[in-house]
């Protein structure tokens, strides 16, 4: 059997599954053939949730052996992550434009990300401490910002980051 080839699950066949944003967790644009590999793998060196990866396997991310991690079987109508939603693929891509113009990166150590706008005057003032005036990116670590206050904002950025994993070695 060739790499790449689909080995039919016994009851699901090619066992189609329809994806979730990697960013967002809102419905993905792709439509996954996982066939008989039906199961995630929690890798126990890195912690990624490998969709389809054996225990044998070596880890997406980390590249170690995923021995010893858990595996349970997907649900039956779970969706899987896979890439960026149209949506958050333009946002992103708004947020590169703003750091091209001067924005600078910001992250809180909560998981929040965001963009400072070239004209806010933290901006300003961070790139004239730094001398940063040829569209270099430049990024900020905080300890809290105002979505820490949220109830219901607390880990949640962290905690669904670590759920989906790495996506981008799905494929």
């Not at 070596?58 to 079987?73: E, N, Y």
């Not at 958050?88 to 150590?109: S, T």
């Not at 706008?117 to 910002?145: I, M, Q, W, Y």
Request: glycine share 12%; with cysteine; hydrophobic share 25%.
């Amino acid at each position: 059997m060739a790499k790449g080839d689909i080995v039919l699950h016994p009851k699901l066949g090619v066992n189609p599954r329809m994806t979730i944003c990697v960013r967002c967790g809102g419905d993905g644009r792709e439509l996954v053939l996982l066939g008989e590999r039906n199961y995630v793998t929690t890798c126990p060196h890195c912690g990624i949730n490998a969709i389809g990866s054996k225990p044998s396997e070596k880890c997406p991310k980390c590249s170690k052996k995923m021995t010893g991690g858990k595996k349970r079987v997907l649900g039956e109508h779970e969706r899987v992550p896979s890439g960026l939603c149209e949506t958050c693929e333009k946002e992103l891509d708004a947020f590169q434009e703003e750091i091209r113009r001067g924005g600078i990166h910001i992250r809180c150590k909560c998981g929040m990300q965001g963009i400072l706008k070239a004209e806010h005057p933290t901006a300003k003032s961070t790139r004239d401490h730094f001398n940063l005036h040829n569209g270099e990116p430049c990024g900020v670590e905080v300890e809290h910002c105002p979505q820490c206050d949220e109830v219901d904002h607390d880990g949640q950025t962290r905690e669904a980051n670590e759920s989906v994993g790495d996506a981008s070695q799905m494929s």
